[in-house]
């Protein structure tokens, strides 16, 4: 774990001072008109129109654009969502997109009961340091909305679509999503079952 923690500090150090450099620049208003297409699957308000795909509504700025450019990279594949991703070839463009969704009222799912949610509750608070699991909250907020705006790092989690969160948790487990930085995100689904993945994921799109 110290190991990874490590990695964490000097990569929050370095993202940190470029996030801010860059997290002035998108404009709201012009990005509403530049993520037309967006909409037709993420929502005009960043709430997705089905379950597969991710909300983006109130998610960090930094993040998204993050995601645009490791699609374009081919560091992380979609066969959807790469292409839809190659269509954003304007810097400023993503700018406006990515503040855009980020000013949107953040993303809720309707809370979750039973003993299926108290499971991934007691996995998002405390995890599971047997197996490496350090709790989500640690990384991703108490209410998984994150750290701060200024640390886009860590994504907001809370309230987003249990099938989303399904597929990206059996992604980085499996080793078909690794653009995370430093592994980190790897290592923690890794150490998760298909069980935990299962609560997890109850208990996170109920925020
Ligand atoms: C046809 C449907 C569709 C359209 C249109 C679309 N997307 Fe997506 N988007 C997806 C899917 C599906 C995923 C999830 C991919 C995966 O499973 O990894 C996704 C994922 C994303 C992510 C990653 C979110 C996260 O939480 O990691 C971002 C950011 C994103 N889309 C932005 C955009 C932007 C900006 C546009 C417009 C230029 C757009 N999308 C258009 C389907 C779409
Ligand atoms: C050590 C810090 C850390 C911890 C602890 C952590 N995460 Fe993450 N997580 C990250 C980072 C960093 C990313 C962003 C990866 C990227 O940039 O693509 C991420 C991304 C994610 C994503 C993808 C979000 C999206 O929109 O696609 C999910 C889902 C997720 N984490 C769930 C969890 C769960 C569940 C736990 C607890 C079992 C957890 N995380 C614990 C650092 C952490």
């Known amino acids: 774990m110290n190991k990874v923690l490590g990695a964490v500090i000097v990569v929050v150090g370095a993202l940190g001072a470029y996030g801010s450099a860059w997290a002035a620049k998108g404009d709201p208003a012009a990005g509403k008109e530049k993520s037309a297409l967006c909409h037709g ?4 308000k960043g709430m997705s129109v089905a379950p597969n795909f991710p909300n983006l ?10 995601q645009i450019r490791d699609f ?5 594949n979609d066969d959807t969502m790469s292409a839809m991703a190659a269509t954003v070839t304007e810097a400023q463009d993503l700018e406006d997109i990515a503040a855009y969704f980020m000013s949107q009222t953040s993303m809720k799912g309707a809370a979750t009961k039973g003993s299926k949610a108290d499971k991934g509750k007691a996995i998002f608070m405390d995890g599971n340091l047997e197996k490496g699991v350090y709790g989500c909250k640690n990384c991703h907020g108490e209410t998984g909305k994150g750290k701060s705006a200024d640390n886009h790092l860590f994504p907001v989690i809370g309230g987003q679509n249990k099938d989303y969160l399904l597929k990206q948790l059996h992604d980085l487990k499996e080793g078909r999503r690794t653009n995370d930085p430093a592994g980190m995100m790897g290592d923690i689904a890794k150490g998760l079952s298909d069980d935990d ?6 208990y996170i799109s109920g925020l």
């Open 57 to 66: 509504a109130g998610q960090f700025s930094g993040y998204i654009k993050k």
């Open 72 to 76: 374009q990279a081919g560091k992380r």
């Open 41 to 44: 699957c993420h929502g005009e």
């Open 197 to 202: 993945i299962e609560a997890v994921a109850e």
